[in-house]
């Protein structure tokens, strides 16, 4: 008896009363769209719900608006007409996800085919501001190179001499000076 009464004290009293049920299942359409730009191809998912009449919003991966108009960069990217650009190199057009990257020198923006490192400075360059040093052979950016006054090649600051006329003048031209002066003295004697 106490082990009942102290069961009953101790106790919740939860009584449900279910009146009327009605379960309602209804399809929730998902299409795969296939959206084809010039030079690129994606598939994008999309939801059409038949009970609210309403289709999933398209939005741009740039800024996250609602795409009214689908435009696709060359990478694949939806994006709505304000966030694509063109890469000032191969003009493809792009994202400003893509164009991403801008020449150190003149400021254009590149997309990652057309950007260039600089080995020198460590910059992203476009093609037109890379030159070829003449001393190293290495490729660096127009900022990191300066002209010899001689030869008219580019080259690192750190290769470059004075002359014996005063000029400041690449390795290979002050090479060439010393090979000079010791070929005129081998056949002087």
């Keep these: 008896f106490s082990l009942n009464n102290a069961r009953q004290k101790n106790s919740l009293n939860i009584s449900n009363k279910l009146i009327n049920t009605t379960v ?11 959206i084809k730009g010039d030079n690129s191809k994606r598939f994008v998912e999309v939801n059409y719900d038949p009970l609210t009449k ?26 709505c007409q304000n966030c694509l650009d063109h890469c000032s190199e191969c003009g493809k057009v792009y994202c400003q996800k ?20 600089c080995f020198g400075c460590g910059n992203y360059t476009c093609q037109t501001h890379m030159r070829k040093d003449c001393v190293s052979g290495e490729d660096r ?49």
């Design 54 to 79: 309403k289709m999933d919003q398209l939005k741009c991966e740039s800024c996250t608006t609602p795409l009214s108009e689908i435009q696709i960069d060359e990478a694949g990217h939806l994006t």
């Design 98 to 117: 893509c164009l991403n990257k801008s020449c150190h020198a003149c400021g254009k923006p590149l997309c990652k085919n057309c950007s260039i490192v």
């Design 141 to 189: 950016c127009t900022m990191c190179l300066r002209a010899c006054l001689r030869c008219h090649g580019a080259s690192e600051e750190k290769h470059f001499g004075e002359a014996i006329d005063g000029s400041k003048v690449c390795q290979k031209c002050l090479a060439q000076e010393k090979r000079n002066k010791v070929m005129k003295n081998v056949f002087e004697d």
């Design 24 to 34: 309602i299942y209804y399809p929730v359409f998902q299409f795969n769209v296939y």
